[in-house]
């Protein structure tokens, strides 16, 4: 059965500090691996997709990178501002759906 | 292009009543997804559909939870009757082809109470 960890649970950074968010998960056997954001009451934000093939997505400030072999995920931000304060989820398919991790949540203060 | 839209965005009902969540894909994804997360836990994978046909149901809770996608199109979860442990945040997600393959993109959300 695929369980899904990610580390930490919660983070309070200062703005500008670089981050790396964990996501781990203990079948290697996935299709593709997804972060997302979610702020308080408010649905899914899809930030990067990782094919299985691929070692690592780059979107703006974001860059997610991927071992499969290891089962191991990092979403890394540059420059993080409080605009980035939000709960992170990473999300594995190894079949037709996705399986969550808890979510880091994530505070930037200025 | 709208994404994918829920309604209602909260709902509070009592135990015993019935509740019907309603899901509007992105126009033209055959792929729609329910999931749930209850407090404290994981978000968790309800069921599957592909067009009007549910691929995969594996992951409702039990025979009070209703999914229906008439047409193809928008989709319905009811609850009949409700209990207290139904309480949650019900998410709809839609993609283009399976999950395994493409990017899903999921809606704000249903936040369900049943008091």
């Known amino acids: 059965k695929q369980e899904v960890t990610q580390i930490p649970a919660a983070l309070s950074v200062p703005e500008g500090e670089n981050l790396v968010l964990n996501c781990s998960f203990t079948?290697?056997?996935?299709?593709?691996l997804q972060w997302f954001r979610q702020d308080p009451g408010k649905g899914l934000t899809s930030l990067l997709l990782i094919q299985s093939s691929q070692r690592e997505q780059t979107s703006g400030r974001l860059n997610a990178s991927l071992d499969k072999s290891s089962g191991r995920s990092t979403l890394y931000i540059a420059a993080s501002q409080p605009g980035d304060s939000a709960t992170y989820l990473c999300?594995?398919?190894?079949?037709?759906?996705?399986?969550f991790g808890t979510g880091t949540r994530l505070q930037v203060f200025p | 292009e709208a994404g994918v839209t829920q309604f209602p965005s909260h709902s509070v009902i009592e135990k015993g009543q019935t509740v019907t969540l309603r899901c509007d894909p992105i126009s033209g994804h055959d792929n729609l997804y329910w999931y749930r997360r209850v407090m404290g836990k994981e978000i968790k994978f309800l069921l599957h559909f592909v067009k009007e046909s549910k691929q995969d149901e594996s992951g409702m809770p039990n025979n009070r939870f209703l999914a229906e996608r008439t047409g193809g199109t928008y989709s319905t979860l009811k609850v009949q009757p409700a209990e207290l442990e139904d309480s949650g945040v019900y998410f709809c997600?839609?993609?283009?082809?399976?999950?395994?393959?493409?990017?899903?993109?999921f809606g704000q959300g249903t936040r369900l109470t049943v008091v």
């Open positions: 079948d290697s056997a996935i299709y593709n």
């Open positions: 997600a839609s993609s283009r082809g399976p999950a395994g393959n493409t990017e899903a993109f």
């Open positions: 999300a594995v398919s190894n079949t037709d759906k996705l399986i």
